[in-house]
């Protein structure tokens, strides 16, 4: 039973770091971030902070890590539907549930105040992807097609996150999921057009 309660605080102490990291992140930049500004808005002591981490960047690095694991998780679970679509509409529901649960924390990851290399292994994702244009493209030509489509994800989900996460997450990931399969003409008015 000692087990399980030593768990749990220390669950909740990670819990409390990394939300005092989002909050501080919101306004400053990681590298203006310290140990005792982190320890103070999570209350805890500076001595349970470097049980857990060695630095702010070590904790920010931690939770890149988690995040990045989730998504991780969920990309390879996508199962080839025949249409060699990159993701379903069940699995971006819960990349945007995960998202807006843990709005902060991912406002901070993808924030200018968070590490540059969050983003780079945010878009080195586009790997899980099953996506697969007609075969008379070249490798570049699809290697630029999947990171336009991470880069409109990421930027969609974070300019949703900033706004409030107001729109349900079932249409924000209808709004993505029609922009990867169907493109942005989609949305526009069905005129007949010359492109």
């Not at 249409?83 to 990349?95: D, F, G, L, S, T």
């Not at 968070?114 to 570049?140: C, H, N, R, V, W």
Request: proline letters at 3%.
């Amino acid at each position: 039973m000692k087990q399980v309660k030593e768990s749990r605080r220390v669950q909740y102490t990670r819990s409390v770091l990394k939300s005092a990291l989002a909050q501080l992140m919101q306004e400053k930049h990681i590298s203006g971030i310290t140990v005792k500004a982190i320890c103070e808005l999570a209350d805890v002591n500076r001595s349970t902070f470097y049980l857990h981490y060695s630095d702010p960047y070590d904790l920010l690095h931690q939770v890149e890590q988690e995040v990045y694991g989730m998504l991780k998780t969920q990309l390879a679970e996508v199962k080839d539907d025949g249409a060699h679509r990159p993701v379903n509409m069940q699995i971006m529901i819960e990349i945007l549930e995960y998202a807006r649960e843990n709005a902060d924390l991912c406002k901070a990851l993808l924030s200018e105040n968070s590490d540059f290399d969050f983003k780079k292994d945010i878009m080195g994702l586009t790997q899980l992807f099953s996506f697969e244009p007609d075969k008379s493209y070249a490798a570049s030509t699809k290697e630029y097609l999947t990171l336009y489509c991470m880069s409109g994800c990421v930027s969609l989900i974070e300019k949703w996150l900033k706004d409030g996460a107001l729109e349900p997450v079932e249409q924000v990931a209808e709004i993505v999921t029609q922009c990867l399969f169907h493109g942005m003409l989609s949305f526009a008015p069905q005129v007949a057009t010359k492109l």
